[in-house]
């Protein structure tokens, strides 16, 4: 047995070391109370306390007032347990095999970059709602090197908090952690916040990112449902905007040139290790110009219960060369509990499975996409190559503009002579021997294009709903004719969009 002077103490500097030390980029405050409110939105969906669909992360990043506030409609937690629970530090009753948050320390990352913080919650049949606050300058003082070296973690902790008990409905149930006289210019600005979180939260894709059924489709043959939730951002509460992933099938790649891409098609792959499904994946095949220009798309990104693990450079390693991870956009999503986020959500703990997960990477994914850039950089260069990639991707954009619909009938008439014009083009065009399959199957699936262009009748006004009365959508049939004739296709989708979106009353 210890005795009292062999007794184990935990410095107060320890404190320092789990938030500021174990975070360096303070915007990873946003992912930790994310992913702590996930948790709790999926334990209160599974208790049936929330219905379906009525799940709900709200952030408000106030600049004007340095104030940043987080709320999730979960389970909270109960009077008896709050106190208990938010005041163990690296201690924690969840688990990583069904828990984003495990560890017990991202709930007071907050502490660093703020004046107060304070956590609200109370929890389902209770008519009691704890509120914990913490004065985080007078914790800043005591943490001064040289002074009060006779205070351990727990006697830091106690001094700086304060805890009341206020009534609350019985049906309430929800955690919200409010951040005052916020310090950190870069949390506080919005666009930056909403960047950030696009990239490292559970959130599902643009309605405009064209692959998204797909990918969901095949996650889903392969039994897995991904985790999607709701999560809104604004500078006031009367001005919250849903956030999406930033995922997008068009885009710009080289960096110096910035070149218009896209994703032609999509690969999905299934990582299996000795028998076990580890991970479900999907990457963009594109034309492979370089670098894709935009960060917050490049990269295959890693996540586990859909939230970002490390950044877009973390798979570097699985390429022979690490610059063509950022040649690629994808996702992968890690299933078996064997690969163990560590405590700074950079990376996994890098056991035995994790080692043998990146060496299947290498031999499979990485190794496929260096060999797609390598031969695809040859044909740029061969004549007879960039007219099949040319007409490839009008394929392509053919196919996906008969999914989204046409701006007008000048748009489909339009298209109707360049798949024509390439069909000719194509037809003339001589190739060597090992293009000639590639050459005939793209001149079957430039016939079958288009004929699907010209049996559709899928116009974006169509989308337009039922309360706006036949004459008036004759004057936009019109109109969008008009636009197509004197502006460019990219310009026209944005206007007919924001104008099939107002008229129907809401945000696409």
Same mark, same amino acid.
């Given at each position: 047995?210890?005795?009292?002077?062999?007794?184990?103490?935990?410095?107060? =500097?320890?404190?320092?070391?789990?938030?500021?030390?174990?975070?360096?980029?303070?915007?990873? @405050? $946003?992912?930790? $109370?994310?992913?702590?409110?996930?948790?709790?939105?999926?334990?209160?969906?599974?208790?049936?306390?929330?219905?379906?669909?009525?799940? *709900?992360?709200?952030?408000?990043?106030?600049?004007?007032?340095?104030?940043?506030?987080?709320?999730?409609?979960?389970?909270?937690?109960?009077? !008896?347990?709050?106190?208990?629970?938010?005041?163990?530090?690296?201690?924690?009753?969840?688990?990583?095999?069904?828990?984003?948050?495990?560890?017990?320390?991202?709930?007071?990352?907050?502490? &660093?970059?703020?004046?107060?913080?304070?956590?609200?919650?109370?929890?389902?049949?209770?008519?009691?709602?704890?509120?914990? /606050?913490?004065?985080?300058?007078?914790? *800043?003082?005591?943490?001064?090197?040289?002074?009060? %070296?006779?205070?351990?973690?727990?006697?830091?902790? /106690?001094?700086?908090?304060?805890?009341?008990?206020?009534?609350?409905?019985?049906?309430?149930?929800?955690?919200?952690?409010?951040?005052?006289?916020?310090?950190?210019?870069?949390?506080?600005?919005?666009?930056? #916040?909403?960047? =950030?979180?696009?990239?490292?939260?559970?959130?599902?894709?643009?309605?405009?990112?064209?692959?998204?059924?797909?990918?969901?489709?095949?996650?889903?043959?392969?039994?897995?449902?991904?985790?999607?939730?709701?999560?809104?951002?604004?500078?006031?509460?009367?001005?919250?905007?849903?956030?999406?992933?930033?995922?997008?099938?068009? $885009?710009?790649?080289?960096?110096?040139?910035?070149?218009?891409?896209?994703?032609?098609?999509?690969?999905?792959? *299934?990582? %299996?290790?000795?028998?076990?499904? $580890?991970?479900?994946?999907?990457?963009?095949?594109?034309?492979?110009?370089?670098?894709?220009?935009?960060?917050?798309?490049?990269?295959?990104?890693?996540?586990?219960?859909?939230?970002?693990?490390?950044?877009?450079?973390?798979?570097?390693?699985?390429?022979? %060369?690490?610059?063509?991870?950022?040649?690629?956009?994808?996702?992968?999503?890690?299933?078996?509990?064997?690969?163990?986020?560590? #405590?700074?959500?950079?990376?996994?703990?890098?056991?035995? #499975?994790?080692?043998?997960?990146?060496? &299947?990477?290498?031999?499979?994914?990485?190794?496929?996409?260096?060999?797609? @850039?390598? /031969?695809?950089? !040859?044909?740029?260069?061969?004549?007879?190559?960039?007219?099949?990639?040319?007409?490839?991707?009008?394929?392509?954009?053919?196919?996906?503009?008969?999914? /989204?619909?046409?701006?007008?009938?000048?748009?489909?008439?339009?298209?109707?002579?360049?798949?024509? @014009?390439?069909?000719?083009?194509?037809?003339?065009?001589?190739?060597?021997?090992?293009?000639?399959?590639?050459?005939?199957?793209?001149?079957?699936?430039?016939?079958?294009?288009?004929?699907?262009?010209?049996?559709?009748?899928?116009?974006?006004?169509?989308?337009?709903?039922?309360? !706006?009365?036949?004459?008036?959508?004759?004057?936009?049939?019109?109109?969008?004719?008009?636009?197509?004739?004197?502006?460019?296709?990219?310009?026209?989708?944005?206007?007919?969009?924001?104008?099939?979106?107002?008229?129907?009353?809401?945000?696409?």
């Amino acid at each position: 047995m210890l005795q009292m002077a062999d007794a184990i103490q935990v410095g107060k =500097y320890t404190l320092e070391s789990l938030t500021t030390g174990m975070y360096s980029d303070p915007k990873i @405050i $946003y992912r930790e $109370y994310i992913q702590n409110s996930v948790d709790a939105l999926e334990n209160a969906s599974a208790t049936n306390q929330i219905t379906p669909g009525k799940e *709900r992360i709200e952030i408000l990043v106030d600049e004007e007032n340095s104030y940043i506030s987080f709320s999730d409609n979960g389970t909270g937690i109960s009077s !008896v347990r709050a106190v208990p629970t938010l005041m163990n530090i690296g201690s924690s009753t969840k688990r990583h095999s069904n828990n984003r948050g495990f560890r017990g320390i991202g709930r007071l990352g907050g502490m &660093s970059y703020c004046g107060k913080l304070v956590f609200t919650t109370s929890a389902e049949n209770e008519i009691t709602k704890t509120i914990i /606050e913490f004065d985080c300058k007078k914790l *800043r003082q005591l943490l001064v090197p040289g002074a009060n %070296e006779d205070m351990d973690l727990t006697t830091v902790l /106690e001094s700086v908090k304060s805890v009341k008990r206020e009534e609350e409905r019985r049906d309430r149930h929800y955690f919200t952690v409010e951040m005052f006289d916020v310090s950190n210019s870069e949390l506080l600005n919005i666009d930056v #916040a909403k960047n =950030y979180i696009s990239q490292v939260a559970p959130l599902p894709y643009k309605p405009r990112f064209f692959y998204s059924d797909s990918i969901h489709g095949f996650l889903r043959e392969n039994n897995y449902e991904v985790e999607e939730f709701p999560i809104f951002v604004g500078d006031s509460v009367n001005d919250m905007e849903p956030v999406y992933k930033p995922n997008r099938h068009r $885009y710009h790649a080289d960096r110096n040139k910035k070149k218009n891409d896209e994703i032609l098609s999509l690969q999905t792959f *299934r990582v %299996e290790i000795e028998g076990e499904l $580890y991970a479900l994946g999907w990457y963009g095949k594109s034309n492979w110009l370089g670098s894709l220009s935009e960060h917050e798309i490049s990269g295959i990104r890693v996540r586990k219960g859909n939230i970002l693990i490390g950044d877009n450079r973390t798979l570097n390693s699985i390429f022979k %060369e690490s610059r063509f991870n950022g040649w690629t956009q994808g996702e992968l999503f890690v299933l078996t509990d064997k690969l163990i986020p560590n #405590a700074r959500r950079d990376d996994f703990e890098q056991n035995e #499975a994790y080692y043998k997960f990146i060496s &299947s990477l290498q031999d499979s994914v990485g190794s496929d996409i260096t060999k797609i @850039i390598r /031969e695809t950089s !040859v044909l740029r260069n061969d004549t007879s190559a960039k007219v099949i990639t040319e007409i490839q991707q009008q394929v392509s954009e053919a196919t996906k503009t008969v999914a /989204e619909g046409f701006n007008s009938s000048v748009d489909k008439n339009r298209l109707l002579d360049q798949l024509a @014009i390439a069909e000719e083009t194509l037809k003339k065009t001589k190739v060597r021997d090992d293009l000639k399959h590639v050459k005939e199957q793209l001149q079957h699936q430039l016939s079958e294009t288009k004929e699907d262009v010209s049996d559709s009748n899928n116009y974006k006004i169509n989308k337009v709903n039922t309360g !706006v009365d036949r004459r008036s959508k004759k004057i936009l049939a019109i109109v969008s004719n008009i636009l197509s004739e004197k502006l460019s296709k990219p310009l026209v989708d944005d206007i007919i969009e924001e104008i099939v979106t107002v008229l129907n009353g809401k945000k696409i």
